[in-house]
């Protein structure tokens, strides 16, 4: 065992790397395998070239439910105190560890992933346990977008555009019962598809938890969509949580289930490294992560560093959660 390094999750060669020389760097990379023009090739077929919000790469063709709600109508009670993260920096800058470590990277190993037919389970202790299909989801359930800021434990942030719903919306589907206290969630396990999965030495399949208070709090999300269109796979379709008053390692990406417990559950960087990631995970600039300070937070693309908020400036929200 002593030979085995269990990668610290955050330690990442590109910690400080911008995401403009991230892009650099991909394409003078795929310029020297002589392929740039065979590359704009096949990443622009299926892609209208006035898509608008930007850098929809290699994504399927939508749905007919997907066409039927993108975009939704954006909710003006989620308001942002600065300006939004461009597309092509936040679709290229991920943490998706199923995949790989390297962020710029995620995107070209996450499109193997098949999003279609995806189910959602949502059983454990319910009323109704239920398993939907996500087109079907996104028939039935009020889609909304909000603008929300995301703050990493690694001292990064970005401001996206969350298409979704609220999770309690779901949750009232299936009637939790009195005994519930805590909510699971757990991402695909597909080791042959995400080669990060070979790394048997962690606790797949990534898996996250709220109490159950906190998955009913108001601001808890399931988004389906990211900048007025279906989420592309490297930020987790087709549905991935948003609590944005936590660090970033609790909003996980490409759910298939979610069960109601009477206990709190091991979620995945908490049992890696427990001492390191707490599982209440609440932003707070007076604690530091053991390695780092948490004082302040750097924006992805634009480089604006801002100082950090308490609950990621979402108080309003949560306070009462933690009285
Ligand atoms: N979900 C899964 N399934 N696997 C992951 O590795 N990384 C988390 C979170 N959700 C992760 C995940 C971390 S550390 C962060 S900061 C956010 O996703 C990043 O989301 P983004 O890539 O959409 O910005």
Redesign the pocket.
Known sequence: MGLIKIPK?WEIVDRDVTPESVYMNRRSVLKGMGVLGLYAITHTVGCSPNSGAGNRVSEDPLSPAEKAVYPAKRNPRFTLDRRLTAEAI?AR??????FTDIKKD?EVHARALKTRPWTLEVSGHVQNPRTFDIDQLLKTMPLEERLYR?R???AWA?AVPWTGFPLKKLLEQVQPLSKATHVRFT?FYKPFTAQGQLAFWNPWP?AEGLTLKEAQNDLTFLATGIYGHPLPR???API?LAVPWKY??K????IVKIELLDYRPATFWNTVQGLEYDFLANVNPKIPHPRWSQAKEKMIGSGEIFPTQLFNGYGEWVNSLYA
């Open positions: 999750p936040a800058f991920n943490n998706f560890y199923e995620v995301l990493c434990v690694e970005m991402s990534y490297q930020h987790g991935r970033g390692f909003s996980i990406k490409s």
